[in-house]
Nanobody, 122 residues
């Protein structure tokens, strides 16, 4: 059974940066498309970014495009989300997800982490 564990969340001031990590265990990491989503209380879960493999350009949500960068290291079974120029509206619980690619950039997600909180103060 695949297990995802996020880390790297925390508190940062507006304009700051954070790097989130997502470690996958219990599966073959290279076979999964990896993504980040976020959710704020009272709002729907929002897509942030997805990456399939090193040869395909990642896909980003409109709100984070140009500020966030998703990457993966198959040798470490880990996906990352580098978040730059953070804004108060980026405050959320960030989830890592893994799944099988259907039609890019759509992924059939079947595993989710517990989330890591990111708080951006103004």
């Amino acid at each position: 059974q695949v297990h995802l564990e996020e880390s790297g969340g925390g508190w940062v001031q507006t304009g700051g940066s954070l790097r989130l990590s997502c470690a996958l265990s219990g599966g073959t990491f290279s076979e999964y498309a990896m993504a980040w989503w976020r959710q704020t209380p009272g709002k729907n879960r929002e897509f942030v970014a997805v990456i399939s493999d090193s040869t395909t350009a990642p896909h980003y949500g409109v709100a984070v495009n140009g500020r966030f960068t998703i990457s993966r290291d198959n040798s470490k079974n880990t996906a990352y989300l580098q978040m730059n120029n953070l804004k108060p509206e980026d405050t959320s619980l960030y989830f890592c997800a893994a799944g099988a690619l259907t039609t890019w950039p759509l992924v059939d997600y079947d595993s989710w982490g517990q989330g890591t909180q990111v708080t951006v103060s103004s």
